[in-house]
């Protein structure tokens, strides 16, 4: 391939990982979120000389659509590849590990392995931040929205803050050193698009108030590694009230959490997953058997 120079794509193979992200951070809607490495979609894509490009093969899932513009990958691939290559076609093979409508970025994260993958075919692949466009053109199809706190933390890594929403700029923030992140993924699905309808149009002055503040208060924690800021990751006065009645036992595990040694805990993204924070075991040997202890009852439940 790629005898011809007017080719954009000259590489002919690529394969991207994409992390799984916790979004919202709880005051956070739509605005933060951070990827979680340990979980992630794999993108593989392939040049091919046809005149459209093609998913031909999604592993792990047997539900998702392989039509190009009905899948968050190919979406995402098509509108990169009709601006940095128009003419150029490729085959897509998309591992799906995440589970899809886990409050993970499972959507996203397909998006932006994609991105990453189908940019690296360039001969001068774009900068990372120029990439967020076309991997939120993918994961709109699944969401019905674009929001930034899943594609932006799955490509750029840190806890991200979208600090405009419209034109999705953004900075990073460096998380204390010992904060570690837990996540309990209850077997329910929960679409996100569902999840975004149930959301009231308008809240009131008051519930914005708090929810600045916690908002706020959670980055300056952050910031300042103050756990007893962090904390202000535990509420939310936007989603929460609406989405935890998807997830059951969302009231009574919250409850056990903040008797535990959980610093802070909410819904991941859609849900139903939640994430927890804590600190880092080894420094915390002591008091986070507690924390334990409760992982444990959790795991019996
Ligand atoms: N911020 C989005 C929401 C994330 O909560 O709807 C969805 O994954």
């Excluded at 998309?94 to 994609?114: Q, T």
């Amino acid at each position: 391939m790629n005898m011809n120079p007017e080719r954009k794509l000259v590489k002919s193979y690529a394969r991207a990982f994409a992390p799984a992200t916790v979004s919202n951070i709880g005051p956070g809607f739509d605005l933060m979120g951070f990827p979680i490495f340990d979980l992630g979609d794999i993108v593989e894509v392939t040049v091919n000389d046809l005149s459209c490009s093609r998913i031909t093969d999604i592993i792990g899932n047997s539900t998702l659509s392989k039509e190009l513009e009905k899948n968050t990958a190919g979406a995402a691939v098509k509108s990169f590849l009709d601006k940095y290559a128009p003419g150029e076609y490729v085959d897509i093979v998309l591992h799906k590990l995440l589970p899809i409508g886990s409050g993970l970025g499972s959507s996203a994260a397909s998006a932006v392995a994609a991105v990453v993958a189908v940019n690296t075919l360039l001969s001068k692949p774009l900068e990372v931040k120029d990439l967020v466009d076309h991997a939120l053109d993918g994961e709109v199809v699944a969401s019905g929205s674009r929001h930034g706190d899943n594609v932006i933390p799955s490509l750029v890594g840190g806890i991200v803050v979208i600090s405009d929403p419209v034109n999705f700029n953004f900075f990073k923030v460096d998380a204390p050193q010992d904060l570690i992140v837990l996540t309990f993924h209850p077997h329910v699905e929960i679409k996100t698009s569902e999840a975004r309808a149930m959301l009231p149009m308008m809240i009131s002055v008051s519930e914005s108030i708090k929810q600045t503040a916690g908002a706020v208060t959670l980055i300056t924690g952050m910031i300042k590694g103050d756990y007893s800021l962090v904390k202000a990751a535990s509420s939310d006065y936007i989603a929460e009230p609406f989405r935890s009645k998807l997830i059951p036992g969302y009231h009574e595990v919250k409850f056990m959490a903040s008797s535990s040694d959980a610093i802070a805990m909410n819904i991941s993204g859609s849900g139903p997953t939640s994430f927890y924070f804590s600190k880092l075991w080894r420094q915390q040997r002591g008091s986070n058997l507690k924390f334990k202890k409760f992982m444990i009852k959790l795991d019996l439940a």
